[in-house]
Every structure is written in structure tokens, then in C-alpha cells.
């Protein structure tokens, strides 16, 4: 159970209000993670900016594989609400999230993906330079700044226990929690 009330829309006033709003026409509601989010305005709206982000991600990556790369942050990272998301996605996709098959530019994105996690210096010389191959300088900001956002996102759901929205409930059986960080200690 989420840590933090989750605010529903009669619960919240001004620009709150118009988010709802704008979430309601845009698929319905707001999602869980949104009606915790909903508990500062400023964190809402800085949160809100990784739709942004994402926008200029599918551009150059495509859907597929800006869903694989957000899956790799999310699934490295053990955040169960991002994973059990971007499952759904790569389902509803046609993808099977467990026997994926990466072409070099998709497993360089995993890569990165998870490097960026595990180890904020692990992004080596030799890792950019093949990213080096395939996007150009901005590009590979937007990839980098949305992993940023994309760990930050897996923070806040995470920290804040935040619950699977309901259209994830039939899938938590297929979140694998990280074993990596155990493997560390």
C-alpha cells in the first residue's frame, strides 16, 4: 500500500485540478503513481517532464526500443510499478519481456541502461564511443537525461511503496525483482 495518499479528483484544487483534467480526457484517469505525485503540485509537475523526455525518445528511438531501453532502467533499478508498465508495453507490442530478441543497437541500449544504473561511472570511454555509432550528440543527451528521469521515477514509486494500477494486477507474477545489488554486498 502506498505510503503517501493517493488524491483523487475531488481531493485536489488549482493546477492539480487542471492535470486531472487533462489525465482524465487523456486516458481516463490519473494513474496511481499520478494521485501520489498529486501530493506536491512542484514534484507533480517536475515529474510530468519525463513525458517530455520520452516524446523526443520515441523520435529517435522508435517505440520499441524506447520501451526496451525505459524496461532495462526499470528492471535493473527493481522498481515494481516502471517494470510491471513497461511489461505490459512490450506485451501489448507482441513481445515476450523474457525472451526478447535484441538486435547490436538494442542490446547496446540495455547496456547502457543498465550500466547507467548499476554504476553512475560505468559509462566508459569505450561504451560512448558506440553510442557514437548510432546517435549523434543530442541524441545521446535525451538517452542519457531520460534514464536520469526514468531512475528518478523508479525512486519515487519505489520509496513511496506506490501500487500497481489496476490493468498491471494480472502481470505482477511476471516482475522479477533485481538480484544484482544482493549480489554486491
Known amino acids: ?13 488549482g493546477p492539480l485540478k487542471e492535470a486531472y483534467d487533462y489525465q482524465i480526457q487523456k486516458s481516463g484517469a490519473p494513474s496511481n503513481m499520478k494521485k501520489v505525485l498529486a501530493n506536491s503540485w512542484p514534484v507533480y509537475d517536475a515529474y510530468m517532464g519525463w513525458y517530455t523526455i520520452f516524446a523526443r525518445l520515441l523520435e529517435i528511438l522508435g517505440e520499441r526500443d524506447s520501451v526496451i531501453y525505459s524496461h532495462a532502467i526499470s528492471t535493473t ?3 515494481l510499478l516502471c517494470s510491471l508498465f513497461f511489461i505490459y508495453d512490450l506485451k501489448a507490442l507482441g513481445e515476450d519481456p523474457k ?5 547490436e543497437k538494442e542490446e547496446l541500449l540495455v547496456r547502457l ?5 548499476k554504476d553512475l561511472n560505468g559509462v566508459d ?3 560512448f564511443a558506440e553510442l557514437k555509432k548510432y546517435w549523434n550528440h543530442e541524441e545521446i543527451a ?10 528518478a521515477t523508479n525512486i519515487f514509486n519505489s520509496v513511496l511503496d ?5 490493468k498491471f494486477l494480472s502481470i505482477v ?13
Not at 500500500?1 to 484544487?13: D, G, N, Q, T
Not at 541502461?113 to 544504473?117: C, D, E, H, L, P
Not at 535525451?142 to 531512475?151: E, P, S
Open 1 to 13: 500500500m502506498a505510503r503517501l495518499p493517493l488524491l483523487e479528483y475531488e481531493e485536489v484544487s
Open 99 to 103: 525472451n526478447l530478441v535484441l538486435d
Open 162 to 166: 506506490v501500487d500497481p494500477d489496476d
Open 77 to 79: 533499478n527493481g522498481c
Open 113 to 117: 541502461g543498465s550500466t547507467i544504473v
Open 173 to 185: 507474477s511476471e516482475f522479477e525483482p533485481e538480484t544484482w545489488r544482493a549480489k554486491n554486498k
Open 142 to 151: 535525451v538517452l542519457v537525461g531520460f534514464a536520469g528521469q526514468m531512475i
Open 125 to 127: 570511454d569505450e561504451l
